[in-house]
């Protein structure tokens, strides 16, 4: 069977030179020459990557190796004539390329050396033997297995793809009306998302569809219906349902899982995929507004802003996609930031897809494929540095390393450029802590261009209290308004709120938690057998990557663990109590070396209330994607 990445065959009568040359105008230049790689013949192959044209380099959301426009233009040239002789040569199926040959198409690609350790990582996630490897084999006993999937979010879906694939029985519980979780629910004006959307998506499911490269909330949440409803989840799924609790019974080796209908469900494991920011957080400030006030996950569709006098509270990852999208068509905004945001300039995050680039990655041999991969090898590790603390480095008030001071005077030109004539504005927006230490936005200029704006107002303040007529900022200053937009962000570190899920011996994981959430590789709890968090402690990632990608690596685990129990026959599988704190003390250890606990970042959802870090890997990505393979049989007991 031909790979599904080669290609689909076309003539010329199917889509002429003409059509050709105008498709590939919409392409990335280093992903056309590799998959002119992947079209020629072997012997042809090494004059290509010997050629002058090649990338200068790799960047986050470059897609054009920093060619100019000229030597653009001629590899565009050289890959028609490839392309036309290979169509014309009846789009033959490529022959396979070698690990050796992948790993100098990598280097290729981005212009620099790759550790040998990347290219097993790559392979797997790039497909490109056109074999879904993380799909893993059928689990011999899985049908004796049933699984019980709490939320039919990203990982929700993803852990019943794949429990499904393996043979376990299952059921989905998911809250709200409709699949996508967080993309169901954050449909405030401006959601898009911020990791390009040729990465933003499972390896195994690739779309050729995307309208943008950092589409709008509609158009994820319809990627993930369309993902959902190909794999049949429906069937399985109970929508507007929630999971209250769960509660292990040792004796039967069960879990029952309690819902808000009054009903229990009996299963042999439960992952709960129920993300970090699910539930809204809004300050509770005293007083009470008399207009509408709402969460930006909660949007009110109902209200219409338009001539409104609008205050927004906060200028997180939301506010900044809120404020630009609705500045036009309120009568005022006024954006209350605590703490000005670092920004990555990002000049094409609001650009369109070309109609060439769908064309190309179900018709160009694995140029949907190099593509992703242009995407994820920037963030792949490559920031990691940047948020690493060198103890000598001084002053750790503004950056903690040389390289992340550099980050720092990056950014900080990126957003004075924007502003060469406002003082006052840039001494708002500039942030006085090191760079990356929370969550940095991709920038495309709007939002200083929306700050700009005559009915916009940036007040560098927090939230007092509210009154019948507006909002009182923690300067005392009044803010009249119609509408309250809370744009708070979420209860990111109490996991798994409002779940009660009781283990062995009776103990409630919350409580057992306390502040301090932990799980073996984000992902299994010791004394909570057959459990499995997906998006657990930390596993977000804050240097770069894709949420899905941490998913795919912790769900490729869950289902290791899972065949561990039901071909071992056993009613039970847990991390020992030695792997599982070992894993916490490392990760903590780990997690203090890095920006996202600097002291100096007052205000920051990556730190809790004690300033430990509970949400964010500290490890790199190859290190975490080559840990959870497979669970380590040292590490985990069965009984
Ligand atoms: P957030 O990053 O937690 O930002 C919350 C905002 O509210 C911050 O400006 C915060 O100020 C402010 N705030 C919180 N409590 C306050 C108080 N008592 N008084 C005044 N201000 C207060 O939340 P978010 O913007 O919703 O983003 C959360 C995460 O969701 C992001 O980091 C990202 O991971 C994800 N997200 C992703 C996308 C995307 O992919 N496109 C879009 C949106 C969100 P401080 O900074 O001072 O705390």
Redesign the pocket.
């Known amino acids: 069977m031909r790979n599904v990445h080669a290609g689909l065959p076309f003539t010329a009568a199917e889509f002429s030179d003409e059509q050709l040359a105008a498709a590939l105008e919409d392409l990335s230049v280093p992903a056309l020459l590799v998959s002119c790689v992947h079209m020629s013949r072997p012997e042809d192959r090494a004059a290509i990557l010997a050629s002058e044209l090649r990338p200068q380099g790799s960047f986050l959301n470059e897609y054009q190796g920093f060619l100019d426009a000229d030597a653009q233009a001629r590899a565009r040239a050289f890959a028609l004539d490839v392309v036309r002789d290979w169509r014309d040569r009846g789009c033959p199926e490529p022959e396979p390329v070698s690990p050796a040959m992948v790993k100098q198409l990598m280097e290729w690609i981005v212009g620099a050396a790759v550790g040998d350790e990347y290219v097993p990582l790559v392979l797997e996630e790039l497909e490109l033997d056109g074999a879904d490897e993380r799909a893993g084999a059928p689990v011999a006993g899985a049908a004796d297995y049933p699984v019980v999937i709490i939320g039919a979010g990203m990982s929700g879906i993803l852990a019943a793809i794949r429990v499904s694939q393996a043979g376990f029985p299952f059921v989905i519980v998911e809250k709200n009306a409709g699949p996508g979780g967080?993309w169901w629910e954050?449909s405030y004006p401006g959601?898009?998302?911020?990791?390009g959307s040729h990465f933003y998506c499972y390896s195994f499911e690739p779309a050729d569809h995307w309208t943008e490269f950092?589409p709008q909330q509609p158009e994820v949440q319809a990627y993930f219906q369309g993902v959902f409803d190909k794999h049949g989840l429906g069937d399985h799924t109970r929508f507007s349902t929630e999971v209250v609790g769960a509660t292990w019974d040792e004796a039967a080796g069960t879990w029952s899982v309690e819902l808000d209908t009054g009903e229990s469900l009996v299963a042999r494991a439960v992952v709960a995929a129920v993300g970090q920011?699910n539930r809204p957080?809004v300050?509770d400030?005293p007083g009470g507004f008399d207009g509408p006030a709402f969460h930006?996950?909660r949007w009110d569709h109902d209200v219409d802003v338009t001539g409104k006098r609008v205050v927004m509270?906060?200028?997180?990852?939301?506010?900044?996609?809120v404020a630009p999208a609705i500045a036009d068509q309120v009568k005022s905004l006024t954006v209350?930031?605590?703490?000005a945001?670092w920004m990555f300039p990002n000049p094409g995050y609001h650009d369109r897809v070309g109609p060439g680039v769908g064309w190309a990655i179900r018709h160009l041999p694995f140029y949907g494929r190099w593509f992703r991969f242009l995407i994820f090898w920037p963030s792949c590790d490559a920031a990691f540095a940047a948020a690493k603390v060198d103890p000598d480095w001084e002053p750790q008030a503004t950056s903690v390393s040389e390289i992340n001071d550099i980050v720092r005077t990056m950014f900080s030109e990126w957003i004075t450029s924007q502003l060469p004539d406002d003082p006052e504005l840039v001494a708002k927006v500039v942030p006085d802590y090191p760079a990356t230490g929370?969550?940095t936005l991709?920038d495309n200029g709007s939002w200083l261009q929306t700050l700009s704006r005559d009915n916009v107002t940036l007040v560098r303040?927090?939230?007092d209290r509210l009154e019948a007529d507006g909002v009182v900022d923690?300067q005392g200053e009044l803010h009249p308004a119609d509408v309250v937009v809370?744009?708070?962000?979420?209860r990111?570190n109490d996991f798994l709120l409002p779940l009660r899920i009781i283990g062995r011996d009776g103990q409630d994981l919350r409580e057992t938690w306390g502040s301090a959430p932990r799980a073996h590789l984000g992902v299994t709890v010791s004394g909570f057998p057959n459990l499995f968090l997906l998006y657990g402690p930390n596993t977000?990632l804050a240097s770069g990557g894709s949420i899905i990608f941490a998913s795919e690596c912790e769900v490729t685990f869950m289902v290791e663990c899972l065949r561990l129990l039901a071909e071992s026959g056993s009613a039970a599988i847990e991390p020992t109590r030695a792997a599982y704190d070992d894993w916490y003390e490392r990760v903590q250890a780990e997690a203090q070396t890095m920006v996202w606990a600097s002291p100096h970042i007052?205000?920051?959802?990556y730190k809790n209330a004690e300033g430990d870090v509970h949400g964010i890997n500290p490890f790199r990505i190859v290190d975490y994607w080559g840990w959870t393979r497979r669970p380590d049989p040292a590490d985990y007991q069965l009984s």
């Open positions: 967080t954050n959601a898009r998302v911020d990791v950092f920011m957080f300050p400030v930006t996950a509270v906060g200028a997180g990852a939301t506010g900044f996609q209350l930031q605590r703490t945001q929370k969550r991709q303040a927090g939230v923690d809370w744009a708070t962000g979420f990111v977000n007052e205000h920051n959802y």
